[in-house]
């Protein structure tokens, strides 16, 4: 039992290193070591027992190590040989090259990183996301730091009682035995900033923690200057509480990282808000922009706008953070009276509806209204998000709904396998882990022999059933199970037998269970002497998702069957450990969500790049790599529907039976040569593909650098451009009713031949403005059975004439294709530079006349 006493005198201790190993915490400070493997190397070989007792975290290794184990390497040549070459990998890693000259820098808002398993302030694919998009940006040296919260308790730890219920247990974080320091002021303490509550000031610490050439700052208000314990837990737990610490995190995070950057000197150029959490930063842009630029409110919201980049992840509604408008008033009334407008004012920018007072304010609403650049992760959740928030542009057709699309992908380095990295250095090119995007060199992965990729392979599967065999006799042991029990968990799975992975959260559109639709088909396909095959799940529920863990309690129970005990293993306490070991170990990895309910999905890429075939739902990133990916896909490219479940069960199971376990037991000279090509086509394709180093040289290109081209173009002429586009935006509401279509066509008579030109021509009143005031587009395409346009191209027409307050514009239009084509007029307000920053309105008007 704790005993408080105050006033207490603290003191840091921190461990005596031998001269010759002088920079051991200068490396275990910095995440390299967690993709670099000499760095790692490194700490591991000081003591390979202690390392794994630690949670593989070298900060508190080094504190635990005897003073004579420290010496004794101190003066081992051999040691210190590995560790000279660790120092050097590790100064080419971090070094950074000059900034940029342009002042170019990204701010990366996120709930959660999934950076390392020491470090739990992650609960699933979006933080393990984050993560790896900090290493791909250090990899590549781009001008990026990141910003979220340090969870005292961070996401739970599960564990299983006696039946097979989801326990949930929250131990707490030691941030001075983790990689981290805190931020020092100009006078050398503890750099804090404070955001207001209704209950007063509440401080916040601003920690940093390196990951390699990026730094991460983590805030947290678990500090004494905050005496009040709700504003001490704000950072308590990541997704834990209620709806009202939900909104004092989402605060802290958004508006207390904005003060920070400030504190710090910093000033970011981009702002990409992963996720809608940290979506009130844009308030606080706001905030600050009329106070020391002396903007108007709709000016402000102009010059933020321009620099932020939006991630949606989310394909659900339910996903979606939404708050009471008695909730928003309570927190943000004050903020109203200081910028000087209307609660509703505020509340519209979180709105779908604007009229309905009733509506609850949405965080991802607000990031839309408040960014130019908005993204999904993959190009089918970029379809479902254009139809999610297509009422946000009601006039648009579906797809051009300004949500563009970049894929997630995986940070190579942190979840390729030693042993496969191993035959890379002999069969590719010396510099492979440098030329992650060149085809070619993976394409040299064809030339490594059937038999070295198998047994790499097979090394890694013997490892994963040693990590299985270990991790649930400690189960059974911690739960007081049986002596059978504990001597069962020895002797599960067969390193020889065809082995499944499915590992994710247990969110019910995951349908964890469908592989158990049919039990005893699937006793009959697992207990196939000749042809037997193993699963291995893991994956935690939310504490309040009881759907969820009652598919965890299923699968246990099953596990327990005594004809399966050896076939069906569900792994406790799913994290970054327990995914790479079974991205790593696993021959089929199995994925069957919902289509159209995955944004994107990453666990299958991991897989990918280790050799793994997945089986898959068409949804998120498989729909794009399936045919290349040398794996199997689960039903069609069709939404989803509830009587799909028997009909995709049905098909995992005859892909089973009929392809995937005769394919893999195949031996022509001990060697699966099927098998074999398609994991080679795997590596060859996916491994460049879906690295996540692509993913963030795509964010620089199509999103980064245009927002901050706009905030430099804004900045050059001192905010005189976001002034005038107030003004002329405020122009163009007062008179828009009155703009209208006076004549459109003439259209086609008959028909015509394709290649000749189609005069195409729009009278519109514009009710005073200019001809450059307004874009007006023929949207054309080919005419389908119900009349719809489909297969569309969208051309701008051209202002030729003007006649009064009538504008005319026109163009000739040269159909390449034939059959029955057709176009529509429209007009819409020109105050976008392209299309994808189109602000969320609806104003734009089509053609109703002939």
Not at 268 to 294: I, W
Not at 475 to 502: K, W, Y
Request: glycine share 6%; aromatic share 10%; hydrophobic share 40%.
């Amino acid at each position: 039992m704790p005993f408080h006493i105050q006033p207490i005198r603290e003191f840091l201790v921190r461990p005596t290193l031998p001269e010759s190993l002088s920079r051991l915490s200068e490396l275990a400070h910095n995440l390299l070591w967690s993709w670099e493997p000499i760095v790692r190397a490194l700490f591991r070989r000081l003591d390979s027992s202690l390392w794994r007792e630690c949670g593989y975290n070298p900060v508190l290794m080094l504190g635990r190590l005897p003073q004579a184990t420290l010496a004794k390497m101190g003066a081992d040549a051999r040691y210190l040989g590995l560790y000279r070459t660790a120092c050097e990998t590790y100064d080419a890693r971090v070094r950074k090259g000059p900034p940029p000259a342009d002042g170019r820098l990204i701010a990366y808002f996120s709930a959660e990183y999934g950076l390392t398993e020491c470090l739990p302030v992650y609960s699933g694919g979006l933080g393990v996301l984050s993560g790896d998009h900090l290493k791909s940006s250090s990899d590549q040296d781009y001008p990026l730091i990141g910003l979220g919260l340090l969870y005292q308790q961070g996401f739970f730890r599960q564990f299983l009682n006696p039946d097979g219920w989801q326990q949930e247990r929250y131990p707490m974080n030691d941030f001075y035995t983790l990689p981290l320091a805190t931020v020092k002021d100009a006078n050398g303490g503890d750099l804090k900033v404070t955001v207001k509550l209704p209950t007063g000031d509440v401080h916040i610490q601003v920690w940093r923690l390196d990951v390699g050439r990026i730094t991460l700052y983590l805030m947290d208000t678990n500090i004494p200057d905050n005496v009040l314990p709700q504003d001490r837990g704000i950072a308590d737990s990541l997704y834990g509480g209620d709806i009202d610490t939900r909104i004092r995190q989402e605060i802290v995070l958004g508006i207390g990282g904005m003060r920070a950057l400030k504190a710090m000197g910093l000033n970011p150029t981009v702002y990409h808000m992963n996720e809608g959490h940290s979506a009130f930063l844009a308030l606080e842009q706001v905030r600050v922009l009329m106070r020391d630029r002396k903007l108007t409110f709709e000016e402000a919201l102009e010059a933020a706008r321009a620099s932020n980049v939006f991630t949606t992840h989310t394909p659900v509604p339910a996903g979606i953070d939404l708050f009471d408008p008695g909730l928003i008033y309570h927190y943000f009334s004050d903020y109203c009276a200081e910028v000087g407008i209307d609660f509703q004012q505020l509340m519209a920018l979180g709105r779908r509806n604007v009229f309905d007072r009733d509506e609850r304010f949405s965080m991802a609403v607000l990031a839309l209204n408040t960014s130019a650049y908005r993204n999904a992760v993959s190009r089918l959740h970029r379809q479902v998000s254009q139809e999610m928030f297509h009422d946000l542009w009601p006039r648009l057709p579906l797809w051009e709904v300004p949500i563009t699309s970049i894929t997630n992908g995986v940070h190579l380095p942190s979840w390729l396998n030693g042993d496969l990295a191993s035959l890379y250095d002999q069969y590719l090119q010396p510099d492979w882990r440098d030329r992650f995007n060149d085809s070619t060199i993976w394409e040299q992965v064809g030339e490594i022999p059937d038999e070295e990729l198998l047994e790499a392979h097979r090394r890694r599967k013997r490892r994963l059933v040693s990590f299985v065999r270990e991790r649930e006799g400690a189960s059974a042991a911690r739960r007081q199970a049986s002596a059978t029990e504990v001597h069962r968990a020895a002797g599960v799975l067969d390193p020889n037998a065809l082995t499944i992975g499915f590992a994710r959260r247990f969110a019910t559109y995951k349908r964890a269970t469908l592989l158990f639709r049919d039990v005893e088909r699937l006793k009959r396909i697992l207990l196939n002497k000749d042809l037997p095959v193993q699963i291995v799940i893991a994956g935690k529920a939310h504490p309040k998702d009881q759907p969820g863990k009652s598919y965890i309690r299923e699968i246990v129970q099953l596990s327990r069957d005594p004809d399966l005990w050896k076939h069906v293993v569900f792994l406790e306490d799913y994290d970054m450990k327990v995914a790479r070991e079974m991205v790593q170990g696993v021959d089929l990895w199995l994925s069957n969500p919902r289509r159209g309910e995955e944004a994107c999905g990453t666990s299958g890429m991991k897989a990918a790049i280790n050799g793994v075939l997945n089986l898959s739902i068409l949804d998120g990133w498989f729909d794009e790599a399936y045919e290349n990916s040398g794996g199997w896909a689960i039903g069609e490219r069709e939404p989803y529907s509830e009587d799909q479940d028997a009909l995709h069960a049905s098909a995992i199971y005859y892909l089973l039976e009929s392809e995937i376990a005769p394919m893999f037991y195949e031996r022509r000279e001990q060697t699966p040569r099927e098998w074999m090509r398609r994991m080679k086509q795997s590596l060859m394709y996916i491994s460049p593909h879906f690295d996540c180093r692509r993913m963030v040289r795509e964010y620089m290109t199509e999103l980064y650098e245009p927002a901050h081209s706009s905030h430099l173009r804004i900045l050059k002429a001192d905010y005189s451009l976001v002034r005038e586009r107030a003004r002329w935006n405020a122009r163009i509401r007062e008179v828009w009713d009155r703009v209208k279509f006076v004549e459109a066509g003439p259209g086609p008579a008959g028909s015509v031949t394709s290649g000749r030109p189609v005069p195409v021509r729009a009278a519109i009143d514009l009710a005073g403005l200019k001809p450059d005031d307004v874009r007006v587009e023929a949207v054309i395409g080919r005419v389908d059975s119900n009349g719809y346009l489909v297969e569309t191209e969208v051309l701008v027409l051209p202002a030729v004439e003007q006649q009064g307050s009538v504008a005319v514009f026109a163009r000739d239009i040269l159909p390449e294709r034939t059959g029955r084509l057709g176009y529509a007029l429209r007009v819409s307000p020109n105050h976008f530079d392209d299309p994808i920053t189109r602000p969320c309105t609806s104003l734009l008007k089509w053609s109703s006349v002939g």
